[in-house]
């Protein structure tokens, strides 16, 4: 792999009088351990030229390149600095109008929060074909790393996937009250930095504070940490226990499906030493080799 970074590469692109010859793979890269890669996931990666590599996406998965792929890191963040998006859809246009195999490599799935359908339309109008390659989102792998069911039928019938990141002016704000009410489970994704915000809405629209709550940061990585708590306590807990995004927020009485609800009652917390991610390497050489491409 050849690194590079985004300064580097040319990223206008005049108007393209005939399409792409090869097309843009949007490839979710999982929640963090490079063994919960889909296989068409790692047969877009072998294929690839050029890759451009979101902050979230663990080391590990970056193995299943070639040797002589590019590698450029188009950092997204919330909270901080971000390479533009527009730069990103002009850089992989023009690229895929050179003829490069180009990779837009994401944390979860590119299709959950990850701006996909913006990089898709983005391609397509400019003559690029499009392949999208879904991957496990952290909405549903972050809370099975505890255990945790986001739908179980003796605790609820469904699940709502919701964003805790608004825009500057805030006129995207999810209604929270409304979410109070509906009787899901709530997983919120980029919700930690405006979580007091969060809970205080959903107890202003009816959500009592026992209600069972939790958080998994870094889920399916060896840094992984969660606790389980109640609505009430939740900010006090997270502040206490240090915990940070990337993370996961689970509200509802489903949590206490966990098997660490049964064990510790409430309020728990832990980290998961050693639970994920540690064999990536040798995961990535098994999985090649069962491709017959090692």
């Known amino acids: 792999m050849k690194p590079d970074t985004p300064s580097g590469l040319q990223a206008q692109h005049p108007a393209a009088p005939f399409p792409a010859p090869f097309p843009v793979h949007l490839v979710g890269a999982g929640p963090g351990d ?34 002589s ?3 450029v890191h188009v950092g997204k963040r919330g909270g901080c600095a971000s390479t533009p998006q527009a730069f990103i859809e002009r850089l992989m246009v023009a690229e895929a109008l050179r003829g490069e195999r180009v990779v837009r490599l994401k944390g979860g799935d ?25 991957g496990l989102t952290a909405g549903l792998a972050g809370p099975a790393a505890l255990g945790l069911p986001v739908t179980d039928r003796r605790h609820t019938r469904g699940v709502v996937l919701v964003t805790g990141h608004t825009g500057e002016d805030g006129a995207d704000e999810p209604d929270w009250p409304a979410l109070a009410r509906c009787g899901l489970t ?7 930095a405006r979580l007091a915000h969060i809970v205080a809405c959903l107890q202003a629209g009816g959500l009592p504070s026992h209600t069972p709550a939790a958080v998994v940061c870094s889920a399916h990585t060896p840094q992984q940490r969660q606790a389980l708590c109640t609505l009430g306590a939740l900010c006090a807990t997270v502040q206490r226990e240090g915990l940070a995004s990337p993370a996961i927020v689970v ?44």
Request: proline share 6%; charged share 15%; glycine share 10%.
């Open 34 to 67: 490079p063994e919960l890669l889909t296989l068409k996931a790692v047969k877009a990666l072998r294929q690839a030229t050029l890759a451009l590599v979101d902050d979230l996406v663990h080391p590990g998965v970056l193995k299943f390149l070639r040797r």
């Open 69 to 71: 792929a590019r590698v």
């Open 110 to 134: 590119p299709y959950v929060f990850g701006r996909g359908g913006e990089e898709a339309d983005a391609l397509r109008a400019a003559g690029v074909p499009v392949v999208v390659v879904s």
């Open 186 to 192: 709530l997983v919120v994704y980029m919700g930690v």
């Open 251 to 294: 509200v509802g009485d489903v949590v206490q499906a966990s098997p660490h609800w049964a064990v510790a009652g409430a309020p728990f917390s832990a980290s998961a030493a050693g639970a994920c991610g540690a064999s990536a390497p040798g995961a990535a050489r098994e999985l090649l080799h069962a491709l017959g491409r090692a």
